[in-house]
Each structure stands twice: as structure tokens, then as C-alpha cells.
């Protein structure tokens, strides 16, 4: 499933904003981070509404707030029956003439199946320190890789990342980060956000909620 949410009322989106300015933060070289608990007590019924009443549980999540676009990347356990993303936009910080429109999340046809990792192929060796997430440079075991496909539109819209990072990857939709307007998608989609710092995105503030099948 891959769809945008209705839209925050400004209270909800406000007051999720305010829950994160009053939490610890976990701060890393790229990026900040807080637990998403709280925020998800008030938007519990909220997402219940937008992605269906039973089956699923919300068991893990964050706040982000990021200084650099993100990598190809799942947010898979190999321990749960992975279900849906909620990705929830809450703020940028940008120039005055940036390209808000342009702001965007690909997710790919591509499916992951395994622990959470990034999507490494072509890239030197990390620098940025100690992840959770671990590395993949060799996608045999990516489902619905296509071989020796590389769409060049995207990828040049990704231009943080190298080319070759995109062999085999197909996207299944592109899907705008505005503020107050989440969406969900699969788990096990891998997924990126295109390079925001090149349109004029210095920062970004989100939630993410991973959710898992009970079914």
C-alpha cells in the first residue's frame, strides 16, 4: 500500500512539533534523533483511521531530524512480519527560493526481505560512523531487482548517491514531503529521498512509525 493520509490539523501537527522540542535527543554527526512514544500517543487513532483499524501494531519508530538527504534504505526486522511505514513531514529549514514542489521520497518497486540496511553498491566505504542499519553492495537478494537497469532521471535527481547505488531499481512511486501531510508505503520497500540540499532544503524535521502485521 502506497497513499498519503488526510492532512494534520494544525493542533495535531503543532503539537507533534512541540513533543519533539521536549524530548531527550540521541544527536549524531548527521542527524538528530528522539523517541517517537509519545508523539504516537496522539496520533494513535489518527493513523488507526487513515490505515485501517486491525491487524497491525506500531512497535518501533523515531523522530528525525536530518542535515543530509538519506540513502537507499529499508527499515526492515528480520524478526517481524514488517507491514507499513507512516512517514510524517513536519518541518523544513530552506532558502527563500527553494523548490519546496520538488521535495520528494522515492519508493521503489524493489523489496527487501532481510535485516534493515543500506543500499551501498558503488559507494566507497562509510565515513559517518556507527549505524544501525547494516551495508548491501551485492543485490542478488534484493526481490524485483532488475539487472543492468538503471533509471538515469532518477538517479540524477539523487545526486547525493552514486549511480551505481540505482543498478536494478525501478521506481513505484515519488511522493512529495510537505509538512503536515504524511503517507505511508510498504516496509520492505527500499526507499530515498532525492537530493534536497541541490533545491534549497538545509534541514528536515519527521516521524517515522514502523508498523507490523498481527494477522
Not at 487513515?50 to 538519506?70: I, K, Q
Request: glycine share 6%; net charge negative; proline share 5%.
Amino acid at each position: 500500500m502506497i497513499k498519503y493520509f488526510k492532512p494534520l490539523t494544525k493542533d495535531q501537527h503543532d503539537e507533534i512539533i512541540d513533543i519533539y522540542n521536549a524530548e531527550e535527543k540521541d544527536v549524531k554527526p548527521w542527524r538528530k534523533g528522539a523517541s517517537y512514544k509519545r508523539a504516537y500517543a496522539v496520533v494513535r487513532d489518527y493513523v488507526s483511521e487513515n490505515l485501517g483499524h486491525e491487524n497491525w501494531e506500531c512497535n518501533s519508530g523515531n523522530f528525525f531530524e536530518t542535515l543530509y538527504p538519506y540513502r537507499l534504505h529499508a527499515d526492515t526486522k528480520i524478526t517481524e512480519s514488517n507491514y507499513q511505514n507512516i512517514v510524517f513531514p513536519l518541518s523544513y529549514d530552506h532558502e527563500e527560493d527553494a523548490a519546496l514542489d520538488q521535495n520528494v521520497l522515492y519508493i521503489f518497486k524493489q523489496m527487501w526481505y532481510k535485516e534493515g540496511t543500506m543500499f551501498l553498491k558503488g559507494s566507497p566505504p562509510s565515513k559517518e560512523g556507527p549505524r544501525h542499519n547494516t551495508e548491501t553492495r551485492e543485490y542478488s537478494t534484493v526481490a524485483n531487482i532488475e539487472e543492468g537497469y538503471i533509471d538515469k532521471v532518477t538517479a540524477a535527481d539523487c545526486d547525493h548517491l552514486p549511480t551505481e547505488n540505482f543498478e536494478g531499481m525501478s521506481v513505484a512511486a515519488k511522493m512529495l514531503w510537505e509538512p503536515g501531510k504524511p503517507f505511508t508505503f510498504s516496509r520492505n520497500a527500499i526507499h530515498c529521498s532525492n537530493n534536497w540540499h541541490r533545491i534549497g532544503i538545509k534541514s528536515k524535521l519527521g516521524l517515522s512509525l514502523f508498523t507490523r502485521s498481527t494477522s
